[in-house]
């Protein structure tokens, strides 16, 4: 079955951190950009992340720069998403996202054609 499966998520007081992971079965993710998304109750869904297929070059949101790593490891097929210092304000379901090369650069979740399902982040103050 292809899918992406994500895990990670939970429940952390403001300032805490978590490491999202994003699993890849049935589907190879090393030649391909890999992103992260998110989606708050009542808001679109939005950029957060993402890394080229080589993982040489990274991408974020200014809302989360600085207080994120992304990375991957194409031999286990993974992709993790390190955030620190997290905020009320990323409370949100958070996806992660497969697309072409070409995807790199683009904030528009268009751009990207396979999505897992999602984690659920909450952080309270």
């Known amino acids: 079955q292809v899918q992406l499966v994500e895990s990670g998520g939970g429940s952390v007081q403001a300032g805490g951190s978590l490491r999202l992971s994003c699993a890849a079965s049935?589907?190879?993710?090393?030649?391909?950009?890999m992103a992260w998304f998110r989606q708050a109750p009542g808001k679109e869904r939005e950029f957060v992340a993402a890394i080229s297929w080589r993982g040489t070059s990274t991408d974020y949101a200014d809302s989360v720069k600085d207080r994120s790593t992304l990375s991957r490891d194409n031999a286990k097929n993974m992709v993790y998403l390190q955030m620190n210092n997290l905020k009320p304000e990323d409370t949100a379901v958070y996806y992660c996202?497969?697309?072409?090369?070409?995807?790199?650069?683009?904030?528009?979740?268009?751009?990207?054609?396979?999505w897992g399902q999602g984690t659920q982040v909450t952080v309270s103050s």
């Open positions: 049935g589907l190879t993710i090393s030649t391909y950009t």
């Open positions: 996202t497969r697309g072409p090369p070409s995807s790199y650069g683009s904030k528009r979740s268009v751009s990207y054609n396979y």
